[in-house]
T-cell receptor
Framework: AQSVTQLGSHVSVSEGALVLLRCNYS??????LFWYVQYPNQGLQLLLK??????LVKGINGFEAEFKKSETSFHLTKPSAHMSDAAEYFC????????????FGKGTHLIIQP | EAEVAQSPRYKITEKSQAVAFWCDPI?????LYWYRQILGQGPELLVQ????????DSQLPKDRFSAERLKGVDSTLKIQPAELGDSAMYLC?????????????FGPGTRLTVL
């Protein structure tokens, strides 16, 4: 069994400030972890993924995430927020190998203040 | 860049009616997934296909939902009869299934409203 907890349903930051979106997972086997972004009335776009290689993963649009096994975390960060980053962000987990369906968190709505 | 296609993008129906959604995965992707996303929540897996075979349909409400992928390419998800609680975004995703290619790529979704 696996699950994902995203702390904070809404996160608000100022433009240019650090973005930190939190994700903790529970998995009985080594996981693959993903962050997706969703804009209104659209599908999900992959930001980055962890598949047991480097623990610090760089993705698109300046985002990165660090896999910390001891903390069962996979937090998403971006050094400087841009207005275009305003969207819904989902963390997801699947067992190692990646063939199974994804288990998603409830999502975090990122608000960028001008 | 290849994309997952879904149609229709929006569907409004009355309860007890039948609805169907179509998905065309990225060419060559053997694995296809259907997810349901209720407003304000994360997507939940409904069914997973490997080629034309169902791999996982444990969360599919089989009394009213059905899914098929007859030739192992495109897929159809059907609801009959639709209920008010079925209002949601229905997302299709595909992956190549290769060792380095288990990333799931999502289509734009079909937003269903049941009145």
């Amino acid at each position: 069994a696996q699950s994902v907890t995203q702390l904070g349903s809404h996160v608000s930051v100022s433009e240019g400030a650090l973005v930190l979106l939190r994700c903790n997972y529970s998995s009985s086997v080594p996981p693959y972890l993903f962050w997706y972004v969703q804009y209104p009335n659209q599908g999900l776009q992959l930001l980055l993924k962890y598949t047991s290689a480097a623990t610090l993963v760089k993705g698109i649009n300046g985002f990165e995430a660090e896999f910390k096994k001891s903390e069962t975390s996979f937090h998403l960060t971006k050094p400087s927020a841009h207005m275009s980053d305003a969207a819904e962000y989902f963390c997801a987990v699947t067992p190692w190998g990646g063939a199974d369906g994804l288990t998603f968190g409830k999502g975090t709505h990122l608000i960028i203040q001008p | 860049e290849a994309e997952v296609a879904q149609s229709p993008r929006y569907k409004i129906t009355e309860k007890s009616q039948a609805v169907a959604f179509w998905c065309d995965p990225i060419s060559g992707h053997a694995t296809l997934y259907w997810y349901r996303q209720i407003l304000g929540q994360g997507p939940e897996l409904l069914v997973q296909f490997q080629d034309e075979s169902v791999v996982d349909d444990s969360q599919l409400p089989k009394d009213r939902f059905s899914a098929e992928r007859l030739k192992g390419v495109d897929s159809t998800l059907k609801i009959q009869p639709a209920e008010l609680g079925d209002s949601a975004m229905y997302l299709c995703a595909s992956s190549s299934g290769q060792p380095s290619g288990y990333t799931q790529y999502f289509g734009p979704g079909t937003r269903l409203t049941v009145l």
